[in-house]
């Protein structure tokens, strides 16, 4: 059974619709090399620390006054990318029934942000906001959000695992419209800027106080955005097929990625086992390439030894900043994008080569996608939750 990618919406730093985010990813700004991206400096969030983060600045719609104990950011964002799939969605309500849709979805905060104004109104003023519920921020409330505003009853929950999130929700997805269990589904995730992540990674000196420089001998962190990209996966006809998914699961460490990448090369193999595709049959690799040290490091060793140094690759959180639960599935979709106009994403950064990094072949501005028509994406999560998917032209 062949499953498509059949629709997307997406919101993110870069913008918000598919025209509007490949219009910035493929013709970045000139400039800094920085500068093509969407990364903004705020010295709002920690303490005397100024963060690069990729915030949206797009309006974004209100959650519907019946599902108030729903409205989070988290949510709007979930909500301005399925704005952009109304008429593929009611096509897929009308095929399927609402039985037979499920809801997978993947985030990292959820509402946490209003978890923080609620509890610092409850300091300050000795109660709860009127506005406040503690639905908002439970990590599972995105996905039952989109089913009650759908009005969808099958399968809907939520994956909780870290950066590699949105992709596993994807991976589930596929398991169960191959089990019968569903027919389609609505899948990929959403996540907001709070103050508690930011402080979180702040104190575990993974966060840069520059913009984010993946694969760089310069790198020194990662840079935290918000964004939601949503798909609609579904065994009929779409523009983009998903070929295959690998996930594994190391447990090296809960923070740091195993240093050979053993488990990312697991799984970007089980990706192209199950897809049936060979190494050089991979034309370019979305790398997770968070810019911190360790993970650059590890991921640089695990694409060379599984694809050697030829294949066409990039880092695109330069563009959006790290979307965490939001991440594999924002990068999933510049594939989709990529595939459907010949281009391929460029790596923007500072050119500085890192000698503890094996060479990439880094793409550049303005590349063509020359190769293969197979694009692979690649997240790997804290505790070493780690994901490929595989998608092609359909």
């Known amino acids: 059974m062949t499953l498509t990618l059949s629709a997307l919406g997406i919101v993110n730093a870069l913008g918000a619709g598919a025209e509007a985010v490949a219009a910035r990813l493929f013709a970045p700004a000139p400039g800094e090399w920085w500068q093509g991206g969407a990364l903004a400096p705020r010295a709002d969030i920690v303490p005397g620390a100024t963060l690069w983060v990729g915030a949206v600045t797009e309006p974004l719609p209100e959650v519907p006054a019946a599902l108030h104990h729903y409205a989070c950011r988290n949510n709007q964002l979930a909500l301005a990318a399925l704005g952009q799939m109304r008429a593929p969605i009611a096509a897929a309500i009308a095929r399927y029934g609402v039985d037979r849709i499920a809801v997978i979805l993947g985030t990292s905060t959820s ?122 996966l579904e065994p009929a006809p779409g523009p983009v097929a998903l070929l295959g998914v690998g996930e594994s699961s190391d447990a090296h460490h809960i923070s740091a990625p195993e240093p050979e990448g053993k488990g990312a090369r697991a799984a970007m193999r089980a990706a192209l086992d199950v897809a049936g595709v060979a190494a050089d049959g991979v034309g370019y690799i ?81 590349e063509e996608l020359w190769g293969p028509r197979a694009m692979l994406s690649a997240s790997y999560a804290f505790g070493g939750s780690n994901l490929a998917l595989l998608l092609g032209a359909a």
């Open 111 to 232: 509402g946490m942000a209003e978890g923080e104004a609620g509890l610092a109104a409850h300091r300050r003023d000795g109660t709860w906001p009127n506005d406040f519920a503690y639905t908002q921020q439970e990590p599972g409330n995105l996905a039952l959000f989109v089913a009650d505003l759908l009005g969808l009853r099958g399968p809907a929950y939520t994956v909780h695992t870290a950066c590699s999130s949105s992709g596993k929700a994807i991976a589930s997805a596929q398991r169960l419209i191959r089990a019968g269990l569903c027919d389609a589904a609505i899948v990929g995730g959403a996540d907001s800027l709070c103050g508690t992540t930011l402080h979180g990674f702040f104190s575990l000196e993974a966060l840069s106080q520059r913009p984010l420089n993946a694969f760089s001998g310069n790198r020194d962190g990662t840079c935290i955005g918000e964004g939601a990209a949503l798909f609609l």
């Open 286 to 366: 979305n790398l997770h390439g968070t810019g911190t040290r360790l993970n650059d490091a590890m991921e640089g060793r695990a694409v060379t030894a599984e694809f050697g140094a030829e294949v066409p690759c990039s880092a695109t959180k330069v563009f959006t900043g790290h979307t965490l639960g939001a991440a594999a599935a924002t990068e999933a979709a510049f594939c989709w994008l990529a595939l459907q106009r010949g281009l391929l994403p460029p790596h923007l950064w500072d050119g500085v080569v890192a000698e503890d990094i094996p060479p990439l072949r880094l793409a550049r501005p303005g």
